[in-house]
């Protein structure tokens, strides 16, 4: 006899181990960045970067209607966040390889069972039902 399964008690499981996975593998990365671009060998420190959104803030602030005031100024905040993304480094901090694989058994376990729950097809129920 097969044994019924409770999708409501798979769910929650899944998204603690998920939940647990996800934090542990989290909490050994560190996230590092620095301010500024670099183009070919041409280095554009952080103080360059800024100018564009201090010019844009001040030409808004002397013509509130201007488009070219507004334009510059959304500029310069794409070019400051541009350059944040574009430096951050992930650094995986040293672990051993049991608490690894735990980790990653974890997660994904959790996110099947979660699957599982989640995009199961209708006609697995109805199939489930002509077999009694």
């Given at each position: 006899?097969?044994?019924?399964?409770?999708?409501?008690?798979?769910?929650?499981?899944?998204?603690?181990m998920l939940?647990a996975g996800?934090?542990?593998?989290?909490?050994?990365?560190?996230?590092?960045?620095?301010?500024?671009?670099?183009?070919?060998?041409?280095?554009?420190?952080?103080?360059?970067?800024?100018?564009?959104?201090?010019?844009?803030?001040?030409?808004?602030?002397?013509?509130?209607?201007?488009?070219?005031?507004?334009?510059?100024?959304?500029?310069?905040?794409?070019?400051?966040?541009?350059?944040?993304?574009?430096?951050?480094?992930?650094?995986?901090?040293?672990?051993?390889?049991?608490?690894?694989?735990?980790?990653?058994?974890?997660?994904?376990?959790?996110?099947?069972l979660v699957?599982?729950?989640?995009?199961?097809?209708?006609?697995?129920?109805?199939?489930?039902?002509?077999?009694?």
């Amino acid at each position: 006899m097969k044994k019924q399964r409770n999708p409501l008690g798979q769910f929650v499981i899944g998204m603690v181990m998920l939940a647990a996975g996800l934090y542990w593998f989290m909490s050994n990365v560190t996230v590092m960045t620095h301010f500024g671009f670099q183009i070919w060998n041409f280095r554009i420190g952080a103080g360059l970067i800024v100018v564009p959104f201090i010019a844009g803030i001040i030409w808004l602030f002397l013509n509130v209607d201007s488009f070219g005031a507004k334009l510059l100024t959304v500029l310069g905040l794409v070019i400051i966040l541009a350059s944040i993304i574009s430096n951050i480094q992930f650094m995986f901090r040293a672990t051993s390889m049991y608490v690894y694989l735990i980790m990653l058994i974890l997660i994904f376990g959790g996110a099947a069972l979660v699957g599982q729950v989640l995009f199961r097809w209708p006609k697995d129920e109805d199939r489930d039902k002509k077999k009694k």
